[in-house]
């Protein structure tokens, strides 16, 4: 028998075993051997009931900030470098560890239904597999936009955020930029807009490892004009015990075009100039090969979630059928 020290050790498993060089966290408190080892000042509690996944542009902002206006819910605690987003499951911050992952949420109380949001996760492919194995059984939500109005919001929010290649380019030269002979920068922003909008194909990814039971679909028109009801109706697939009523609490501000919220004064408050801008209409053309772009992947969504038993957005059926 040979003895070796540890870290050798270590190189020869990992040398055997290669694909688990990546830590994949599970929850301590659904292993009683885990459970056994873990600190007694550790709290299970402490992880959220419920994730938002997103994809970003689709009114996860709004509808993060609605959720915390139910008393029962808290959302994450602000990070420093991606504020209201904790982005764990998808970047290096996986590797922090869970004790840093439930630092961002408070202990909760008895009634109280902690949640996370972080648009980066939808179309990150290692999210699913790590989320459920963390979170097993947990509601994900997922907005859907029409994917043409998404990639024109992460379009426009590329030039508010003065990147040089959104300012140099106009959207239909960004969409339709060739993938060889385009300067790399221009490439990425064209992946950026447009590869999220896939959305059968991500959500493919997500039923590999979750139960579609758990996935819930939010259409993001609804949220955006009727978010009154897209609560009542994410408050009841979400199961919560005391539902409220977001009519009392939600307002349509004529002035920023966008739902904002009732304040006890009576005056209302809505999300930052960065959320709901002002921009031209989608020029014709783009909107043309977007619709064109996207045809086989709307296609696909709507009988993924016709297969899935999941509401279909009215956008989806529009889309499907201007396509006979
Ligand atoms: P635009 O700014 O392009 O209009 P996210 O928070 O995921 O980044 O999404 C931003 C989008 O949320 C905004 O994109 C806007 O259309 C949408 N939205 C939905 N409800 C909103 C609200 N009440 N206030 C502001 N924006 C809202």
Redesign the pocket.
């Known amino acids: 028998l040979l003895q070796v020290p540890p870290e050798t050790m270590a190189k020869k498993y990992f040398d055997l075993y290669p694909d688990e060089l990546d830590p994949v966290w599970l929850n301590p408190c659904l292993d009683k051997r885990h459970l056994e080892i873990w600190s007694t000042e550790k709290n299970c509690n402490q992880l959220p009931d419920f994730v938002v996944v997103g994809p970003?542009?689709?009114?996860?902002?709004?509808l993060y900030w609605y959720l915390n206006m139910h008393p029962d819910v808290k959302s994450n605690l602000p990070s420093a470098t991606t504020f209201e987003e904790v982005q764990f499951f998808s970047g290096k911050n996986y590797f922090k560890g869970l004790d840093w992952y439930m630092s961002y949420f408070p202990i909760p109380e008895n009634n109280t239904i902690l949640f996370e949001k972080s648009?980066t996760y939808f179309d990150q492919a290692v999210v699913a597999k790590r989320l459920n194995a963390l979170l097993p059984k947990k509601p994900v939500i997922a907005i859907l936009l029409d994917p043409a109005k998404r990639a024109y919001?992460w379009y426009?929010?590329m030039r508010s955020h003065d990147d040089n290649t959104a300012l140099q380019h106009s959207f239909y030269e960004v969409i339709t930029a060739k993938r060889e002979g385009s300067p790399q920068a221009l490439i990425s922003l064209q992946h950026r807009c447009l590869d999220p909008g896939f959305y059968a194909v991500h959500l493919d990814n997500w039923l590999e490892h979750l139960s579609a039971k758990q996935i819930i679909i939010v259409d993001g028109d609804t949220?955006?004009d009727n978010?009154v009801r897209a609560m009542q109706d994410l408050q009841e697939h979400l199961g919560f015990k005391s539902t409220i009523d977001y009519s009392k609490l939600l307002k349509y501000e004529k002035k920023?075009g966008?739902?904002?919220q009732i304040l006890k004064s009576g005056k209302t408050k809505?999300?930052g100039k960065s959320?709901?801008?002002q921009y031209p209409e989608m020029d014709d053309q783009s909107m043309n090969y977007l619709r064109h772009y996207y045809s086989d992947a709307n296609r696909k969504l709507l009988q993924m979630l016709q297969s899935i038993n999941k509401p279909i957005p009215l956008w989806v059926l529009e889309q499907v059928n201007s396509q006979h």
């Open positions: 970003q542009k689709t009114g996860t902002t709004a648009a919001s426009q929010h949220l955006k978010p920023k966008f739902y904002c809505c999300l959320k709901g801008r």
